[in-house]
C-alpha cells in the first residue's frame, strides 16, 4: 500500500524555536503535494502547498526532494498560535483523494 | 470567505441504522471528497465526486456507502446500516478544479458516534 510518513512527534519547542518536520512518501509518481495543519477536533486547513523548487511563506518554508521522495517544512521564530498537529498530504492520482499522513503535533510553549 | 459547511456537527445512531451526512460545498467549485478520521488516527479519503458521478474511491467506501448531490447545493453522505467501527470525523472537501495543484478545502466535519 503506499504510504505518507511523519516524523511520529510530538515535538515540545519554545517560543522563538525553529522547528523542522519530516515527511517521506512511497508512490515516486506522486504528483503534488501540501502542508496543513489541524487543530484539535477541527478540520485540515492548508498551510502551503509544496513546490519542486521550493517555496518560502513569512516563517514557513517547505522543500520537496522528488528524487529523494522527500518532503520539509520548517517553522522559523515560532508562536504559541502554531501549535497544532501538522499533515504531509501527498496527491497521487491527478486531483483526485489525497493520501494524508499520520500528523506530526507541535506544542510550542510560553 | 467562502466556505464549506457540513450538518449535523454530530450525529449519534444506533448499530445498524441509515445515516445520511450533508455538506454544502463552496458553491463555484466542481469536485467533491469525503474523507473520515477515526479519532486518534489520519484522515483517510473515501470517495471523489465529479459530474454526479463518482471517479474515485479507496477500499473503505464499499457497498454500505453512497453520495449523492441531489440538488445543485448539496453533497451527502449515506451509510446504509451503521457498524460500530463507522464512528469517526467525517469530513466534506471541495476543489474548484480537478488537477494536481487544486486545493481542497475541507468543511467542519460531522462527528457521528454509532452506538
Known amino acids: 500500500r503506499k504510504e505518507v510518513e511523519q516524523d511520529p512527534g510530538p515535538f515540545n519547542v519554545p517560543e522563538g524555536a525553529t522547528v523542522a518536520f519530516n515527511c517521506t512518501y512511497s508512490?515516486?509518481?506522486?504528483?503534488?503535494f501540501f502542508w496543513y495543519r489541524q487543530d484539535c477536533r477541527k478540520e485540515p486547513k492548508l498551510l502551503m502547498s509544496v513546490y519542486s523548487s521550493g517555496n518560502e511563506d513569512g516563517r514557513f518554508t517547505a522543500q520537496l526532494n522528488r528524487a529523494s521522495q522527500y518532503i520539509s517544512l520548517l517553522i522559523r521564530d515560532s508562536k504559541l498560535s502554531d501549535s497544532a498537529t501538522y499533515l504531509c498530504?501527498?496527491?497521487?492520482?491527478?486531483?483526485?483523494?489525497?493520501?494524508f499522513g499520520p500528523g506530526t503535533r507541535l506544542s510550542v510553549l510560553p | 470567505e467562502p466556505e464549506v459547511t457540513q450538518t449535523p456537527s454530530h450525529q449519534v445512531t444506533q448499530m445498524g441504522q441509515e445515516v445520511i451526512l450533508r455538506c454544502v460545498p463552496i458553491?463555484?467549485?466542481?469536485?467533491f471528497y469525503w474523507y473520515r478520521q477515526i479519532l486518534g488516527q489520519k484522515v483517510e479519503f473515501l470517495v471523489s465526486f465529479y459530474n454526479n458521478e463518482i471517479s474515485e474511491k479507496s477500499e473503505i467506501f464499499d457497498d454500505q456507502f453512497s453520495v449523492e448531490r441531489p440538488d445543485g447545493s448539496n453533497f451527502t453522505l449515506k451509510i446504509r446500516s451503521t457498524k460500530l467501527e463507522d464512528s469517526a470525523m467525517y469530513f466534506c472537501?471541495?476543489?474548484?478544479?480537478?488537477?494536481?495543484?487544486?486545493?481542497?478545502?475541507f468543511g467542519p466535519g460531522t462527528r457521528l458516534t454509532v452506538l
Open positions: 498530504v501527498v496527491n497521487e492520482n491527478y486531483g483526485q483523494n489525497f493520501v
Open positions: 458553491s463555484n467549485h466542481l469536485y
Open positions: 508512490n515516486s509518481a506522486s504528483q503534488s
Open positions: 472537501a471541495s476543489s474548484a478544479g480537478g488537477s494536481s495543484y487544486n486545493e481542497q478545502f
